[in-house]
């Protein structure tokens, strides 16, 4: 018999005692079930004890959280959270040096529990672990256990940093600026730092005071890529924070101390492999680095301004050097207003007014200058071989850099701010001083080849504009290394190539639309999505590892989740490390019969997307987002690693239970497989002739060749 919703059977543990094993009424108090506990084992005084999981965090069941508990959990009776809190507060003060250090190592581990935190904090335990450490008495483990304990403990949220005593701050940023420190103190203290900066406004001019970025330089010079990913994670806090006109100061720094050639010699084209979370800082710096691109792209010319005007003056000048100008005002006015025709721009009269736009504002006219003046050959060429064609078919330079500009800033989403979770940075921008500019100048010259290869004229622009979008987003998509191997990516994708390509993915979507080739279609349908369902099913068989989002991502915590081999039952659990393989079903405690789930929800519907306010203005986290709703009212959430997983979890989520698979993935897959499918059945109903006189024996048997002709 099915045991009530309300009751589930768990085993209670206790030191130097047999184990009880009880059937647990959810609908009794908590206290209610730790004195009938406490009594089994004639232990007095049952306010003084709480239940805790005897595996995994080992976190304190409350009221609250006792909704978790599953059959076959096993829990332990422990003193309370308060009375822990208690002892410990006692403990990391005594005189024994061993006393202490044994009693922070615990609190270390402690305090990532929010029960023992906000009792702990209550009795002002954070106020006695700073006072600890701004004595400068502890060292060594003693003090990593220290900077352990109190960084868990604020990122529960329940103090403001702002408490911070100015002490606290100058001795965390005098272990980080040492030149010998423990690897493990080092790794906190730039941690605690970067939380100070990024949650306290006040703080982040008392940091700065104290630790520049040309101090954590230092640092990336290391091999431990840790070490490297806190450096850099606090360089970026100091810049994400900095005000708008100490950011620029800020670059110019970092450029003088060459962090980029640091970043690529020692990070990058190291030893190690990029892990998530140092690919995720460098993305974080590309997306600040870009982002000083903001004002100058939001800045409008102004016509009047003459300092302006000479820029574009300057233009003109390199383009056409050789042409002395006529002494009349009219001549020289008529002139000008013929080369800054051949130059390109939408306004010869005046071209100042080509740049009113933002974006891209000033920054298109930079760009332009920067190609002028250190790609002077190339900018001629460009100029030039445009206007000697016929009218028609030139391709307007200015007009065209503009518009580069425009879609590049897009592209690279300069202005906005970086996306909690991704990856995506180009180590060929950590390649150049000038990355971007360079950049630029390698695409202008792509929109010029493949202007030339649409033979293009005016009414194509926006078509040209379209095609080069793709060769670019193509090209960044294979992640080139240098700006060098990104000129060959694009050598690569010519407008021939792109139209190949696009055949090719048409031929996959596309399908003839006479009668018998639809009902075929509908024939194959079934089976095709009965496979892909098989797939989705196995894979979540196989199972996948997930990451918990934390306050600290670089702490970072994982688990795992997978199907039963008959389908019937999910089984999930914690893991200390992201698992190499799959991992098998005894390391895996909790499970969920697929019996009991009632529905998956996705992005702003999911509970976890909800109760995080952060999270939920984030976009990209949305999407990756679910959750398994399941009996009597508790849910199974998930972040998925990329869009890949989520679409396969979720699709199979919805096999599962015999819902409709709806993901972008499926339909591509759909209608990939039934291409497939339906071309291979075609071709066996095509009529094969084979001719009617055989050929000649030849000498070797494996010579026969049978002639088939498919008409």
Known sequence: MTPPADIVKVAIEWPGANAQLIEMDQRRPLSSVIREVCDGWSLSGSEQFALRYADGPQLYITEQSRADIKNGTILRLAISPARAARQLLDRIQSHSIDARLEALKELAKLSADPTFATEFINMEGIGTLARLVESGTHFGEMLAFTLT??????????????LISISFIKQIAGYVNQPMVDVSILQRSLAILESMVLNSHSLYHRVAQEITVGQLIGHLQVSNQEIQTYAIALINALFLKAPEDRRQEMAST??????????????????????????????????????????????????????????????????????NDPTGTEKRKAMYTKDYKMLGFTNHVNPALDFTHTPPGMLALDNM????????????????????????????????AIELTRMLCEILQVGELPNEGCNDYHPMFFTHDRAWEEFFCVCIQLLNKTWKEMRATAEDFNKVMQVVREQITRALAMKPSSIDQLKNKLRGLSYSEILRLRQSERMSQDDFQSPPIIELRERIQPEILELIKQQRLNRLCEGSCFRKLGNRRRQEKFWFCRLSLNHKVLHYGDLDESPQGEVPFELLSDKIPVSDIKSVVTGKDCPHMKEKSALKQNKEVLELAFSVLYDPDETLNFVAPNKYEYCIWTDGLCALLGREMGSDLTRSDLDTLISMEMKLRLLDLENITIPEAPPPVPKEPSSYNFTYNYS
Not at 149 to 162: K, N, P, Q, R, Y
Not at 267 to 275: E, S
Not at 308 to 321: G, H, K, S, V
């Open 369 to 400: 200058l920067y190609l002028a003046k250190v790609h002077q050959d190339t900018y001629i060429r460009i100029v030039l071989e445009n206007s000697s064609r016929e009218d028609k078919h030139e391709c307007p330079f200015g007009r065209c």
């Open 149 to 162: 304990a109190f960084l868990e403990l604020m990122d529960h949220g329940i103090v403001s940093w702002d």
């Open 254 to 323: 970092l450029a003088q101390k060459h962090l980029r050639s640091i970043i690529l010699n020692h990070v990058i084209r190291g030893n190690r492999p990029i892990k998530a979370e140092m690919a995720h800082q460098l993305y974080v710096l590309q997306v600040l680095t870009f982002n000083l691109l903001e004002e100058r792209m939001m800045t409008k010319m102004d016509p009047n301004d003459q300092a302006q005007r000479d820029i574009i003056f300057e233009l003109r000048r390199i383009a056409f050097d050789g042409e």
